[in-house]
């Protein structure tokens, strides 16, 4: 498992550095909506290979997970929320530098506690604290930005801002859902009779991901501009992109399997250190130390939550069994 999760920091960091590298003007392609479909179509094509090969591709259709309904209710939510974070994602590495975006969605383990208590659930007090300390820490790193960027280039910060943000409370909703369904016994009510394989999970949703990933670009890009500015030099970074993708989407997915909702927020932080220092020593970012105070209340405010989260297991299982959560 510690060398999936490796793997997995390795791939998320080198996705996100190489989407941001994307748009610099060394490229100068800035089309992550049309990027993210060809990631998407990666990932189905890596799953119906992986299925033709193990002779089962009765997983590949809806009707494996049961009724309509059951994958209306089960699918659907995660076909929608993680092509929009990944869209989002992308868009927002074309305003921001993938140093401070990495910074940004830290913010994920927040999100998710919020996400948590709207849908019902009771939460330990003490992860109010680490609420509170996070959003301080985001404001702090949110100002000192503002201090040191030009007029005109935070009017496109705060763009790029607003995108992740957004991303963020997405890739949330869809690490609860994907839970839900990669570790269903643990849910006092389950969506499916048992949990599902992680390839059977993307085999099912893949399709559905690539629909919506589709709208989406074609609804804010121009896909005649995108193939005309599409150079071998680019195109080549995108296939790069496309093979760390898939990894990292597969790679994920079993992390999730493996460690839980909680505990993949633990994992996908090392990757802001990771990527903040790769993407300053790599690519000349510059990163202002009157951010890093601000980027270290945040990861103190995210540790108070996940050691309440740690810490209160019992009570937590408790109220899942009232049917409080």
């Not at 990944?86 to 940004?104: E, M, Q, W």
């Not at 951010?291 to 209340?297: D, E, I, R």
């Amino acid at each position: 498992m510690q060398i999936t999760v490796c793997v997995y920091i390795v791939n998320l960091t080198a996705t996100q550095l190489l989407m941001s590298e994307l748009s610099t003007k060394t490229f100068s392609y800035k089309f992550p909506g049309h990027v993210t479909v060809l990631h998407f179509i990666s990932v189905w094509l890596y799953s119906i290979a992986y299925w033709s090969w193990m002779g089962d591709l009765g997983k590949c259709h809806p009707r494996s997970l049961g009724s309509a309904s059951r994958f209306v209710a089960t699918v659907v939510p995660i076909s929608v929320s993680l092509p929009v974070a990944v869209a989002f994602n992308n868009v927002a590495l074309t305003h921001l530098a993938a140093g401070f975006n990495s910074i940004i969605s830290a913010l994920s383990p927040v999100t998710t506690a919020v996400l948590s208590v709207a849908l019902g659930c009771e939460m330990p007090r003490i992860i109010w604290a680490g609420l509170f300390v996070s959003l301080v820490g985001a404001l702090v790193v949110l100002h000192s930005e503002a201090k040191i960027t030009k007029p005109g280039v935070w009017a496109s910060s705060q763009v790029g801002i607003v995108f992740a943000l957004v991303s963020v409370i997405f890739r949330s909703l869809k690490s609860v859902l994907q839970d839900k369904l990669l570790n269903t016994h643990q849910y006092g009510k389950p969506f499916l009779d048992k949990s599902i394989s992680v390839m059977h999970l993307w085999a099912v949703q893949a399709p559905w991901m690539v629909m919506v990933s589709l709208i989406y670009a074609l609804a804010t890009e121009s896909s005649k501009q995108a193939l005309s500015e599409l150079t071998p030099q680019n195109a080549a970074l995108i296939v790069l992109t496309c093979i760390t993708a898939t990894m990292l989407n597969i790679l994920g997915a079993r992390t999730l399997q493996a460690l839980g909702a909680t505990h993949m927020q633990a994992i996908g932080k090392l990757n802001v250190v990771v990527t903040v220092a790769l993407s300053v020593t790599l690519m000349g970012e510059r990163l202002p130390l009157r951010v890093l105070p601000g980027a270290a209340a945040m990861l103190v405010g995210v540790a108070l939550i996940e050691n309440a989260n740690r810490q209160k297991p019992l009570e937590v299982a408790h109220l899942k069994e009232a049917g409080k959560c």
